[in-house]
């Protein structure tokens, strides 16, 4: 099925760097999503935005709704060891059938050796 | 409480077997979804139901049968699987009507022998 182009696909982090990731679509979407999953786990729901340009904060975690629709991106400032792990973000367009998501590739977040 | 409880948590079956995966949620949610994983792909959309009716199948074999007894829970029947239906599978809910935050599971680990 459709995914999104989600960049890097993996990273390297050092404790108390910032990093970036980012997603881009050819469709609009009125809901992005970023998730963060631990191996064996469920995807843990991180931020949601819900308005174009929209700018949205949880602790470390920033990310944005860009202004197009079409993209988003997620920062993760001064990294810690647990921060490891895969990033998804996440596309919705709401439909009277039912709420489909589309998502990323994923980007896998390892610390360096 | 943002909680979406899943249960087995691992499960091992034959392909002559029937199995069924379980899963429940607590917040009024009124739509209901199960994904399928593979490992280091992102999460598979595979049925909706909204309103505890069916509203989206993703054109899965019938050797998966969903059952939505309830607006609370949600099952998976699962009979004659094959080998390549190994994966994780997830629940997730939200509310159904508009584009909302979908939440996770923590996933039930299968494997097909």
């Known amino acids: 099925g459709q995914q999104l182009n989600q960049s890097p696909q993996s990273m390297f982090i050092q404790e108390g760097e910032d990093v970036s990731m980012n997603c881009t679509s050819s469709?609009?979407?009125?809901?992005w999503l970023w998730y963060k999953q631990d191996p064996g786990e469920g995807p843990v729901l991180l931020i949601a935005?819900?308005?174009?340009?929209e700018l949205t904060s949880n602790g470390r975690l920033t990310a944005q709704f860009g202004i197009t629709r079409k993209d988003s991106f997620l920062n993760i400032s001064a990294s810690i060891p647990s921060d490891v792990g895969i990033y998804f973000c996440?596309?919705?367009?709401?439909?009277?059938?039912?709420?489909?998501?589309?998502f990323g590739g994923g980007t896998r977040v390892l610390v360096k050796p | 409480d943002t909680e979406v409880t899943q249960t087995p948590k691992h499960l091992v079956m034959g392909m002559t077997n029937k199995k069924s995966l379980k899963c429940e949620q607590h917040?009024?949610?009124?739509?209901m979804y199960w994904y399928k994983q593979k490992a280091k792909k992102p999460p598979e959309l595979m049925f909706v139901?909204?309103?505890?009716?069916?509203?989206i199948n993703e054109s899965v074999p019938s050797r998966f049968s969903p059952e939505c007894p309830n607006s609370s829970l949600l099952n998976l029947h699962l009979h004659a699987l094959q080998p390549e239906d190994s994966a994780l599978y997830l629940c997730?809910?939200?509310?159904?009507?508009?584009?909302?935050?979908?939440?996770f599971g923590p996933g039930t680990r299968l494997t097909v022998t």
């Open positions: 997730a809910s939200s509310q159904a009507r508009g584009s909302y935050e979908q939440y």
């Open positions: 469709s609009i979407f009125n809901t």
């Open positions: 935005l819900y308005k174009a340009g």
């Open positions: 996440a596309g919705q367009l709401y439909k009277a059938a039912g709420n489909k998501l589309t």
């Open positions: 917040m009024g949610h009124r739509a």
């Open positions: 139901y909204s309103y505890e009716k069916l509203s």
